[in-house]
């Protein structure tokens, strides 16, 4: 069965930083570009950043340039999140998702994952 899992979710103070990892089991990520969403309480998803198959093209949501990074590493099946300088704004629950790239920064995707919640809080 085709999934995408994510992790690395938690609390972290405003200020401080975090790693979301996506794993893809029942298929390979090499073929799709993989975005990340966001969706806050009360408030509509959100794409956070995408990235292409070859890496060559990526996508960031203006609220979190500078601040987060998107990678994978196909060898391990997994896109990663970097972020960094979180703020209470990004208080969300975070889903990765795979698709064609300019679909995904659309928002829409093939595959979602279960979401991984992060909680910017001091």
């Known amino acids: 069965q085709a999934q995408l899992v994510e992790s690395g979710g938690g609390l972290v103070q405003p200020g401080g930083s975090l790693r979301l990892s996506c794993t893809a089991s029942g298929f390979s990520l090499d073929y799709y570009a993989i975005g990340w969403f966001r969706q806050a309480p009360g408030k509509e998803r959100e794409g956070v950043a995408c990235i292409s198959t070859s890496r060559i093209n990526t996508y960031y949501a203006d609220s979190v340039k500078g601040r987060f990074t998107i990678s994978r590493d196909n060898a391990k099946n997994t896109v990663y999140l970097q972020m960094n300088s979180l703020k209470p704004d990004d208080t969300a629950v975070y889903y990765c998702?795979?698709?064609?790239?300019?679909?995904?920064?659309?928002?829409?995707?093939?595959?979602w994952g279960q979401g991984t919640l992060v909680t910017v809080s001091s």
């Open positions: 998702a795979i698709g064609e790239f300019r679909a995904i920064v659309a928002g829409v995707a093939q595959i």
